[in-house]
């Protein structure tokens, strides 16, 4: 036979309650809460006139006495006598003159185109541009006077557009339908590499 031992068992565990929790409440049913309406926009008002503005009553100026200082003028000086007489100012070229005029002006250019020599130095320094050069020639196309009417803003520049025009005298002659003697022009002689 088997003996078996009696079976033991655990102590029944003492009933315990959970703790209480937060219990749950009823909330009521959420309220619904509609937006207030805007108020309307105000109706366009008429133009109001604007109130009558008073006239602002300006301070009388009293007169004021003006003391004048005795000054003395300088002494007028004799102005030095021209070296030359300036022509009178025709009033019109002739139809004959104005015709003429262009065509002699660009035999001029064309005749200083001939003579012009670039400066070595200012060719070498990439300096480009216009001499204005103001000369003399009588009727038969005599160099009488030049002077530089307006600076290339290179003195090598400069001296080469005096030179040309000293290079170039004689100048064709002026043509009869010129009437002007001494014929004085301002000439423009251009100086630009080719590239």
Same mark, same amino acid.
């Given at each position: 036979?088997?003996?078996?031992?009696?079976?033991?068992?655990?102590?029944?565990?003492?009933?315990?309650?959970?703790?209480?929790?937060?219990?749950?409440?009823?909330?009521?049913?959420?309220?619904?809460?509609?937006?207030t309406p805007l108020p309307e926009p105000p109706?366009?008002?008429?133009?109001?006139?604007?109130?009558?503005?008073?006239?602002?009553?300006?301070?009388?100026?009293?007169?004021?006495?003006?003391?004048?200082?005795?000054?003395?003028?300088?002494?007028?000086?004799?102005?030095?006598?021209?070296?030359?007489?300036?022509?009178?100012?025709?009033?019109?070229?002739?139809?004959?003159?104005?015709?003429?005029?262009?065509?002699?002006?660009?035999?001029?250019?064309?005749?200083?185109?001939?003579?012009?020599?670039?400066?070595?130095?200012?060719?070498?320094?990439?300096?480009?541009?216009?001499?204005?050069?103001?000369?003399?020639?009588?009727?038969?196309?005599?160099?009488?006077?030049?002077?530089?009417?307006?600076?290339?803003?290179?003195?090598?520049?400069?001296?080469?557009? &005096?030179?040309?025009?000293?290079?170039?005298?004689?100048?064709?002659?002026?043509?009869?339908?010129?009437?002007?003697?001494?014929?004085?022009?301002?000439?423009?002689?251009?100086?630009? &590499?080719?590239?």
């Amino acid at each position: 036979t088997i003996d078996l031992a009696p079976m033991v068992s655990a102590p029944p565990l003492p009933e315990v309650s959970a703790p209480e929790g937060p219990q749950e409440e009823e909330t009521p049913p959420e309220e619904i809460i509609e937006p207030t309406p805007l108020p309307e926009p105000p109706l366009p008002r008429e133009a109001l006139p604007e109130p009558e503005k008073k006239p602002e009553k300006k301070p009388e100026k009293k007169p004021m006495k003006k003391v004048v200082k005795e000054t003395t003028a300088p002494r007028a000086q004799p102005l030095p006598a021209a070296k030359e007489l300036a022509a009178p100012v025709k009033a019109a070229p002739s139809a004959a003159e104005a015709r003429a005029m262009p065509t002699y002006e660009q035999a001029l250019l064309a005749h200083l185109e001939r003579y012009k020599r670039y400066p070595r130095s200012a060719q070498r320094r990439g300096q480009e541009g216009i001499v204005y050069v103001r000369f003399k020639i009588d009727r038969q196309g005599k160099l009488l006077s030049h002077s530089l009417e307006r600076t290339s803003g290179s003195s090598q520049l400069d001296r080469g557009g &005096i030179d040309t025009v000293t290079r170039a005298d004689p100048f064709p002659p002026v043509p009869k339908d010129i009437s002007r003697d001494p014929f004085e022009v301002v000439v423009p002689i251009r100086f630009n &590499i080719d590239r």
